[in-house]
């Protein structure tokens, strides 16, 4: 079946120590997202690849980047993490829409929950 | 900036009872507007979506949303819940240029049986 994964599913690392989360699709979408959701709160875009464009968001911090190095798989690295960056991450993937409202329907990945110590 | 407003953060109903979540949102132009589902241990999944046509829109098990463009609402209704559909419902909403979404904070349904 055509899905989005996500590696690890749990990811436990400490203070300041980076720490990299991936995610790979065979969907053949060429938009890629990362979220971030804390406890209770609604998942926030950090950031998103357009094929090989990267958007990122105005408040997305700089500990925050990431790759796309093919159409499969995109990598999100935290540079140096602190306590407050501990949430579950998720991955979704869209369809390349011809029209700026096109069916961007997006589809989720399980999510990897980071820890930090 | 679009926002959007869940009113409802936590809900517990009845099997059979009906089900109404509401979803505000504050873009004033065209959008699409979705409704996503996550149940317990599971990954987020579409259960709805409007792109144009017909207010009402049908979704998987017997959900419908109806769009009111003049409340700028898109609520979420099931005649009838069971205990399955205990989960968490994210209202979403799109409102183009380079498919950025926004979400809302979500619902959690829990149906007693």
């Known amino acids: 079946d055509a899905m989005v994964i996500q590696n690890p599913r749990y990811q436990v690392t400490q203070f300041g120590k980076p720490v990299t989360l991936s995610c790979s699709q065979t969907?053949?979408?060429?938009?890629m997202y990362w979220y971030q959701q804390k406890s209770s709160q609604a998942p926030k875009l950090l950031f998103h690849?357009?094929?090989?464009?990267?958007?990122n968001e105005a408040d997305t911090p700089d500990n925050f980047q990431s790759r796309r190095p093919n159409t499969s798989f995109c990598f999100l690295d935290i540079r140096s993490p602190g306590l407050g960056d501990a949430a579950m991450y998720l991955c979704?993937?869209?369809?390349?829409?011809?029209?700026?409202?096109?069916?961007?329907?997006?589809?989720f990945g399980p999510g990897t929950r980071l820890t930090v110590l | 900036a679009q926002s959007v407003s869940q009113h409802n953060h936590h809900v517990i109903l009845s099997e059979a009872a009906s089900l109404e979540l509401g979803c505000n949102y504050s873009?004033?132009?065209?959008?699409?507007l979705f409704w996503y589902v996550q149940y317990p241990g599971q990954h987020l999944q579409l259960l709805l979506k409007?792109?144009?046509?017909?207010?009402l829109v049908k979704g998987i098990k017997g959900f419908e949303a109806e769009f009111i463009k003049s409340k700028f609402s898109f609520n979420l209704r099931k005649p009838s819940v069971q205990w399955s559909d205990t989960a968490e419902y994210f209202c979403?909403?799109?409102?183009?240029?380079?498919?950025?979404?926004?979400f809302g904070i979500g619902t959690k349904l829990q149906v007693i049986p």
């Open positions: 873009y004033g132009g065209t959008v699409n």
């Open positions: 690849y357009y094929d090989k464009d990267f958007n």
């Open positions: 979704a993937t869209s369809r390349d829409s011809p029209t700026s409202l096109g069916d961007n329907e997006q589809f």
């Open positions: 969907l053949n979408h060429n938009v």
């Open positions: 979403a909403v799109d409102s183009g240029g380079y498919q950025k979404v926004t």
């Open positions: 409007y792109f144009s046509g017909d207010p």
